[in-house]
C-alpha cells in the first residue's frame, strides 16, 4: 500500500517561513522522482518543486530562490523549504511520486494546506 503522508502546512504572514514534509512508504523511494505541487482555489495544479534521487532539482518560475526542495533518501521523505512566503503562495500542497523505471506510475498525497496572510 502506498502513502504519502504530508505535514508541516499551517498559516502564517508573509514573509514567514514554512517547512513541509512528505514521508513515503510503500514505494522503493530512489526509482521515483519527489516533487511538491500546489493548487490554489480556482486555478490548476502547478508544479512547485521536483527532485530526483541523484539530486536534480527543478522549480516553478514563481518560487525560484524562495523554495527548496530536498530528499533524504534513507528516511524515504522530502521536504520543502518555503522562505519569504506571499499570499500567493496560499494553496493546497500536495506530495508527488513518479517512478521513473515506469512513467506511467505515479502517486499522489492527499495534500496540506499553507495560508499566507498579507
Known amino acids: 500500500q502506498v502513502q504519502l503522508v504530508e505535514s508541516g502546512g499551517g498559516d502564517v504572514q508573509a514573509g514567514g517561513s514554512l517547512r513541509l514534509s512528505c514521508a513515503a512508504s510503500?514505494?522503493?523511494?530512489?526509482?521515483?522522482?519527489m516533487g511538491w505541487y500546489r493548487q490554489a482555489p480556482g486555478r490548476q495544479r502547478e508544479m512547485v518543486a521536483t527532485?530526483?534521487?541523484?539530486?536534480?532539482?527543478n522549480y516553478g518560475d514563481s518560487v525560484k530562490g524562495r523554495f527548496t526542495i530536498s530528499r533524504d533518501n534513507a528516511k524515504n521523505t522530502v521536504y520543502l523549504q518555503m522562505d519569504s512566503l506571499k499570499p500567493e503562495d496560499t494553496a493546497v500542497y500536495y506530495c508527488?511520486?513518479?517512478?521513473?523505471?515506469?512513467?506511467?506510475?505515479?502517486?499522489w498525497g492527499q495534500g496540506t494546506q499553507v495560508t499566507v496572510s498579507s
Open positions: 527532485a530526483s534521487s541523484g539530486g536534480t532539482t
Open positions: 508527488h511520486a513518479h517512478n521513473m523505471w515506469r512513467t506511467a506510475v505515479q502517486y
Open positions: 510503500g514505494i522503493e523511494f530512489n526509482i521515483h522522482r
